[in-house]
């Protein structure tokens, strides 16, 4: 079975309209001092994390509370 357990996204700062990067968002819960993520992803790979996965990923894509949003998404799988 496979499991969702990121996603790649393209994200645009707020303050920068226009800018725009790649970043890994992991869909396991941040563990304060964890050198990786419950997914084996090593945390300085880790932009964000959106432990409700693809549902709470989609909610950064709009209007959100964060300086930054999600403009596109690809979910990453694991065996």
């Given at each position: 079975m496979k499991?969702?357990?990121g996603a790649?996204?393209?994200i645009e700062w707020k303050e920068e309209p226009g800018k725009t990067m790649?970043?890994?968002v992991s869909f396991a819960k941040w563990v304060?001092?964890?050198?990786?993520?419950s997914f084996g992803?090593?945390?300085?790979e880790i932009f964000f994390y959106c432990p409700?996965?693809?549902?709470?990923?989609?909610?950064l894509m709009g209007d959100?509370?964060?300086d930054f949003k999600v403009l596109t998404y690809e979910v990453q799988w694991k065996s």
């Open positions: 499991t969702a357990i790649t996204c393209e790649y970043r890994y304060d001092d964890a050198t990786e993520d992803i090593a945390d300085e409700g996965g693809e549902k709470e990923l989609m909610g959100s509370y964060e």
